[in-house]
């Protein structure tokens, strides 16, 4: 049983730098979630895809942020010009779809702008 | 907007007290609830769920009922084990509201200790 898997686990990167972070979901799962947690706070969601569709996108979301879902499987996460308050935990999610709320979590990416 | 509301951290106990932790909602239609557990070190696990108002989740010892009246989703756990050391999540889901994205508390941190 494979679970949901991020890559790279640690990211250190210079202030400027662009960043890039992958997302497996679990097989069939039609949606996918990427959420931000900073220390000592809970998750804050930033996106979602229901298959390669991005339906919703949180204020939260710079235009610095990209994500794509191209085949409706893995999903990247994109920080262009990567800035100190970008630091955090980078959390993706996914779940069967519409009315099974249940998401489960991957470990994580964590990311240090330096 | 919806926001969850958990009650601030940290929490010492001995092994085999009780315990609760305290969770108030707001939402504008009918969410569902969850408890979400982060081991150190580790990724967001599924803890337990209600869908409706009277709903009791429960796994592993915990429980927590969906109270609409009081707007409120409390863990309890009659007897902690040193194993239950993590942060506890609160969160909701608007099912049915298009994104279907959770929205986290705070987190508690519990250390039980022997």
């Known amino acids: 049983d494979t679970g949901v898997s991020q890559d790279p686990r640690h990211k250190i990167t210079k202030r400027g730098q662009n960043v890039t972070f992958r997302c497996d979901p679990i097989?069939?799962?039609?949606?996918l979630y990427w959420y931000r947690q900073t220390l000592g706070q809970g998750p804050e969601f930033l996106t979602y895809?229901?298959?390669?569709?991005?339906?919703?996108k949180s204020r939260l979301l710079s235009d610095r942020f990209s994500a794509e879902r191209p085949k409706g499987s893995f999903s990247t996460l994109e920080i262009q010009r990567t800035e100190q308050g970008d630091s955090a935990m980078y959390l993706c999610?996914?779940?069967?779809?519409?009315?099974?709320?249940?998401?489960?979590f991957g470990p994580g990416t964590r990311l240090l702008v330096l | 907007g919806d926001s969850v509301t958990q009650m601030e951290g940290p929490v010492t106990l001995s092994e085999e007290a009780f315990l609760t932790i305290n969770c108030t909602y707001t939402a504008t239609g009918y969410p569902s609830l969850f408890w979400y557990v982060q081991y150190p070190g580790e990724g967001l696990q599924l803890l337990l769920k209600a869908t409706k108002a009277d709903d009791k989740g429960s796994n592993k010892g915990f429980e927590a009922t969906y109270r609409k009246e009081t707007t409120s989703f409390h863990l309890e756990k009659g007897s902690v084990q040193v194993s239950d050391s993590a942060v506890y999540f609160c969160?909701?889901?608007?099912?049915?509201?298009?994104?279907?994205?959770?929205?986290f508390g705070k987190g508690t941190k519990l250390t039980v200790n022997p």
């Open positions: 097989s069939e799962h039609n949606r």
């Open positions: 969160a909701l889901s608007e099912i049915g509201g298009g994104s279907e994205k959770l929205v």
């Open positions: 999610a996914s779940s069967l779809g519409r009315y099974e709320e249940t998401q489960y």
């Open positions: 895809f229901q298959n390669e569709a991005q339906l919703e």
